[in-house]
């Protein structure tokens, strides 16, 4: 028996500004495979649902597995235009061919349909009127350009 596949509903989308990369080098330890990096989140903009701003001082730690292959760790903060403020942790997996991924990491565009980049958000809010927030689960879908990330996050239904 299969159960219904279970729809997505359009939250938002956010465009998220990024300083230059901080290579760490390669990274050794139990839960450590790969190479180091970490992207500094400078602002950014939210729209849909939920109207605001990426706020400066977030970042994306990074850990490059191979030369295809990324698995990402977003932190930062929104700022509503209430006022209101929701923290996001954003999990996401990159990957694409060596030439891609070589072409994003020296800051030259490439076409969001080649870069297989899928999210899974998660957030903490401290108003009642967010709490819904906290009780769904989400997905999203991003692409990279040179100086800012687009993400279109979904409510799964």
């Not at 403020?85 to 969001?112: C, M, W, Y």
């Amino acid at each position: 028996m299969s159960l219904p596949a279970p729809a997505l509903q359009h939250i938002f989308d956010l465009t998220v500004y990024v300083a230059a990369p901080i290579e760490a080098g390669n990274v050794n330890g139990l839960n450590s495979r790969g190479k180091r990096r970490i992207i500094p989140i400078t602002g950014g903009t939210v729209t849909g649902h939920v109207q605001g701003k990426v706020l400066p001082g977030g970042a994306d730690f990074q850990i490059v597995v191979s030369e295809t292959t990324a698995d990402l760790d977003a932190r930062y903060m929104i700022e509503l235009d209430n006022g209101e403020h929701i923290f996001v942790q954003n999990r996401a997996l990159r990957r694409g061919s060596a030439t891609d991924i070589a072409k994003l990491v020296r800051g030259e565009p490439v076409s969001p349909e080649a870069i297989y980049f899928r999210c899974v958000p998660t957030f903490e809010v401290s108003s009642p009127d967010l709490e819904w927030l906290t009780q769904s689960i989400f997905v999203g879908t991003g692409a990279r350009f040179p100086d800012n990330v687009q993400l279109s996050i979904y409510r799964v239904a």
